[in-house]
């Protein structure tokens, strides 16, 4: 040692053993794991299920119940069979946590990040059946021919348009619902959507539409996404913006009202 207590050691000697000792310690946990990662995983399994319990019983038991058995006077339902898939469906899109009592959850800014909302999914996948997550391979579009794409258009012609339109802009359903435009959606929350139906969307399962063809319809909503659209897209800057300049235009045109009225109020 009388290297490191000497004052004429290199600059660089303190790092580089830095550096040295974190190589070794990697080195020895890369030969250890291996021959324990079967036990590991189990406990990292259990572990990723009581962290989602832990989760779930701050952000999510007040509507569905401690045990996620739903409660009817919060009007949520029981989860114990929704599967992964839906948790992280209404996770990731910012759905759930449901903010206030509405008449239909809106997608917003998902503040959860991807530990815990597998943490969340994992979970609730324990407590029951209830389709998965989906592996990228069961929704990643690229392999589908311009046929496909044909197909995927009749099958969301078919099965989708009556709620979210020809072109997946969407649309007003009764009782002040709305079927959401699908401009900008992951394929993946589009499969995940179809297989989970949530709120008013019924579930579309992989016995009446298998995987390759939801792939087809995928690649066709990217291909009507991907054409300029007529008339004012306000640059295609998607649903936020949209909402974001409609919020702007729609209580700007408010405020003038009103100023308007008080001005003339004491006149008239
Ligand atoms: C303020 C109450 C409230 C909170 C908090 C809440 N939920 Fe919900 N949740 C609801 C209601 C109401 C519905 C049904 C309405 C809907 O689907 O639009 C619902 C639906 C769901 C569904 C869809 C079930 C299905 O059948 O597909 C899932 C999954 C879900 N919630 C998960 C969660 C998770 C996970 C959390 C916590 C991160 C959470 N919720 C927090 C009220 C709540
Ligand atoms: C009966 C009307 C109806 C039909 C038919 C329908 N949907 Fe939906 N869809 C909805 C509603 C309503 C929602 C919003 C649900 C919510 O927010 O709780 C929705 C949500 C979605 C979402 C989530 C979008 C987002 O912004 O997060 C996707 C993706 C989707 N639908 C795809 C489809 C596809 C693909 C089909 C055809 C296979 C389809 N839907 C058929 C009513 C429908």
Known sequence: MRFLASGRRHKAARPLLLLLSLFLVGAVYALVTPATSSSAEGVADAQLIAAGKNLFATNCASCHGLNAEGLAQQGAPNLTNVGAAAVDFQVRTGRMPMANPLVQAPRKENTFTEDEIAA???????????????DESQYDPSSVSAEGVARGGDLFRTNCSACHNFKGAGGALPDGRVAPSLQGVDAKEIWEAMRTGP??????????????????????????????????????????????????????????????????????
């Open 120 to 134: 969340l999914a994992a979970y609730v996948a324990s407590l029951g059946d209830g389709p998965a997550i989906p």
């Open 199 to 268: 709120g008013q969307m019924p579930v579309f399962a992989s016995g009446s539409i298998p995987d390759e063809d939801v792939q087809k319809m995928v690649a066709y909503l990217e291909q009507v996404n991907a054409t300029p659209s007529a008339g004012l897209s306000l640059g295609g800057l998607g649903p936020v913006a949209e909402g974001f300049w409609a919020w702007v235009a729609g209580i700007g045109s408010l405020v003038l009202f009103a100023t308007w009225i008080a001005t003339r109020g004491p006149r008239a």
